[in-house]
């Protein structure tokens, strides 16, 4: 997979500087746990931003177009949290129909990760969310470092040629869904990954299944991931 690294470590530089000091004011605006007990970092999040999440290109989206709840995740290919993550949003997919889901690139860890991305990309522009979403739980269930090559191979696995997965995950259609992605992550401050926005809500690192169900009840409840 072509990197140009220069142009991709510019393009991240220039994010970072979008979401620090939002990043500085996430502390606990709601009283809410992970599955070990242990607080969770969240803030309310400006809606003119959280807004622009469901504007980007190339998010793999599972569940219904009408749901009433949408939880978004921000994630890296090889972040290690992002892992059990990945089979706890599995799991949720598959016992939450009514829920939908949205997956949004945000490759901060490494230039890998960024390649990896952007073939994932690829899959999701060719053949839609079903096999991008089936290649998110392939390239985060396999061991080591995920990097282009390596995320080339999972993916062709979907039937489509490494050689027009390349072409598709280097053309400026991707590079700009991907920045944007990033970009978004940037403004809403989300510098851990994974990271969730669920309604105007930021949630920093991966609360566990049973936290994420419980926040998601809430929502439907009263609009907010824990009710008062």
Do not use: W
């Not at 990197?3 to 996430?26: K, V």
């Not at 096999?131 to 985060?140: D, I, N, R």
């Not at 105007?200 to 926040?215: D, E, F, I, Q």
Request: aromatic letters at 6%; a positive charge; proline letters at 6%.
């Amino acid at each position: 997979m072509t990197l140009d690294r220069r142009r991709f470590l510019a393009a991240t530089a220039a994010l970072g500087l979008a979401g620090p000091a939002l990043a500085q004011s996430y502390g606990q605006t709601y009283k809410v746990d992970n599955d070990d007990g242990r607080p969770i970092a969240n803030m309310r999040l400006p809606g003119e931003i959280t807004g622009q999440i469901a504007e980007l290109k190339g998010v793999t989206y599972i569940g219904p177009r009408d749901a009433e709840v949408v939880l978004y995740e921000f994630f890296d290919y090889n972040c290690p949290y992002c892992r059990q993550a990945a089979a706890d949003i599995a799991a949720l997919a598959a016992s939450d129909p009514s829920l939908r889901i949205g997956l949004v690139n945000n490759p901060i860890l490494s230039p890998m990760s960024a390649q990896a991305a952007k073939v994932a990309l690829a899959v999701q522009r060719k053949l839609g969310s079903a096999a991008a979403f089936k290649v998110y739980g392939q390239l985060l269930g396999t061991p080591g470092k995920i990097d282009g090559l390596k995320a080339l191979e999972v993916a062709a696995r979907a039937g489509v040629p490494r050689a027009e997965l390349e072409s598709i995950g280097d053309s400026g259609e991707i590079r700009q869904a991907l920045s944007a992605q990033m970009h978004v992550a940037a403004n809403l401050g989300l510098t851990a990954t994974p990271s969730y926005v669920l309604g105007n809500t930021g949630m920093l690192g991966h609360p566990g299944p049973k936290a994420l169900a419980r926040m998601i009840a809430a929502m439907r409840r009263c609009d907010q991931i824990a009710c008062g």
